[in-house]
């Protein structure tokens, strides 16, 4: 059974593991304090949300980040920022319920719309996605103002 629910606070160290992973399958660097501002920022749940995947052993094997957008054609959108599930624990529906859990949250809120990105090969995850969700063909670019 897996249940999920928004960060706590005795979540911060399993929390970080996660993130870490995940950052580092996309190659992405963050300092040390990167992590602890995106943690309060999470906990404060203003602009960026997040919830975990627990076991019923409480235990915390994924974690996903999202937040609410303004939509000149909808009332909101709701995107995905990031999901990760620990690579011990995959394959058992845990990205599916943060995924529901999530579209959940975003139908509460009045948003139109759930979307996310993945990268084109990541095909473990695509694989779950679309049969959750329509591609629609676009394609992302970033252009970093840093």
């Known amino acids: 059974m897996i249940e999920v629910s928004p960060l706590r606070s005795e979540d911060r160290a399993r929390w970080e593991a ?10 992405t660097e963050v300092s040390d304090e990167g992590y602890e501002r995106t943690w309060q920022r999470l906990l ?3 602009d960026v949300f997040g919830s975990a995947a627990r076991l019923g ?5 994924g974690i996903v980040h ?18 990760f599930v620990d690579e011990a624990a995959r394959g058992h529906g845990a990205a599916r319920a943060m995924i529901e859990h999530v579209a959940g949250v975003a139908r509460d809120r009045g948003a139109a719309r759930l979307y996310w990105h993945t990268q084109q090969d990541n095909e473990p995850a695509r694989a779950l996605y679309d049969k ?4 629609r063909g676009f394609i992302s670019y970033d252009r970093l103002l840093g």
């Open 132 to 135: 959750m969700a329509a591609f």
């Open 44 to 46: 404060r749940a203003e």
């Open 18 to 27: 996660l993130a870490r992973g995940y950052k580092r399958f996309y190659r």
């Open 57 to 61: 052993d409480g235990q915390v094997i």
């Open 66 to 83: 999202y937040l609410f957008q303004a939509n000149p054609w909808a009332p909101a959108s709701c995107y995905l920022q990031d999901l």
